[in-house]
């Protein structure tokens, strides 16, 4: 378990790093009024100012530098020891800060966090959940769990699980509206946005003669949200790209219906990235172990050759009537 002291050591490594009190108050967890008197009683403590405040940023004094640098140093001896001592594969022992995207946080990764801190319960873990991609280094986490690409050379990455896209779209539209023969035609459709990070709105990316192409689309509805854009599409408001992990159940049960099935769309594959410059703690194994060893039970994929021969049915069913 951290000390007060080493809890005030990371807070203030924090803000001399990101500058920023409400940004270190964002990456451990804390209210903006909880780092403002924090820093308060840091500043009390010595009797010394440690950072010079402006209205947008922070600067450290030359005694905040100093407090800075030694805080560091410390930091890094206790992340040594706690390695050394934290116990054995088995029964590893020590805090564990994890990453992880706000909806697929919540529904998927935090029942995963309960179950691995009843199996190892030695293992203090921090689990923070943002909409965006935090910088791991920075940030002083140990791992995050992400779809996608690795996003820094300075992390490592493990695959826990391969996850294709597809476009999709529920029957009801497709009757209203009529099925796109090519991407092009997809202009002429309603598209449901899912905006991501700092993705271009509204621009679809996909593979065409080992291109990757952009087009862009339109539609009147749009999110940030993953199960709120695909409860739009299960409503009949539109066309939607949505990886295979979401779409199965609703294909297989034929609430959805794959569009343009033979598109090649970039791929939502499932990694756990962690920092690569220091050797991974046992807590971290054991985590990364557990996820991989739960992702390995395999779910039902898209079966994309039923999907096409359903779409070809419905063709031949309109061209006789």
Not at 101 to 124: M, W
Not at 151 to 171: T, V
Not at 258 to 283: H, K, M
Request: glycine share 6%; charged share 30%; net charge positive.
């Amino acid at each position: 378990m951290r000390t007060d002291s080493t809890t005030d050591f990371e807070f203030f490594v924090q803000l001399a790093k990101l500058k920023s009190l409400s940004g270190a108050a964002r990456s451990l967890g804390l209210t903006p009024p909880a780092a403002t008197k924090r820093l308060g009683i840091l500043e009390e403590r010595f009797g010394t100012r440690l950072v010079n405040r402006t209205t947008r940023s922070v600067s450290l004094t030359p005694e905040g530098e100093t407090y800075a640098r030694y805080a560091a140093q410390i930091l890094d001896q206790v992340r040594e020891m706690e390695d050394a001592i934290a116990g054995t594969p088995a029964d590893p022992h020590g805090r564990l800060r994890v990453n992880a995207t706000l909806g697929f946080g919540r529904t998927t990764i935090a029942p995963l966090v309960s179950e691995f801190a009843k199996r190892y319960p030695h293992v203090d873990i921090q689990f923070v959940v943002t909409d965006r991609p935090v910088d791991l280094v920075e940030g002083a986490f140990d791992l995050a769990i992400r779809f996608g690409e690795l996003p820094d050379q300075r992390l490592r990455a493990r695959r826990l699980m391969s996850n294709r896209r597809f476009l999709c779209a529920s029957p009801k539209y497709l009757e209203r509206h009529g099925v796109p023969r090519r991407m092009e035609d997809l202009v002429n459709h309603r598209c449901i946005i899912h905006t991501q990070n700092d993705d271009a709105f509204g621009v679809w990316r996909f593979m065409q003669d080992d291109r990757l192409e952009a087009l862009k689309v339109h539609g009147s509805l749009s999110s940030n949200d993953g199960d709120i854009v695909l409860r739009w599409a299960l409503d009949g408001h539109g066309i939607l790209i949505r990886s295979e992990w979401d779409l199965a159940k609703y294909v297989q049960s034929g609430r959805l219906r794959l569009v343009l099935p033979d598109i090649a769309l970039p791929s939502a594959d499932l990694f756990v990235y962690y920092p690569g410059q220091r050797n991974e703690s046992t807590r971290a194994r054991a985590f990364i172990d557990f996820l991989v060893k739960h992702f390995e039970a395999p779910f039902v994929p898209v079966d994309v050759g039923k999907a096409k021969a359903v779409a070809a049915r419905k063709r031949a069913g309109r061209a006789k009537r």
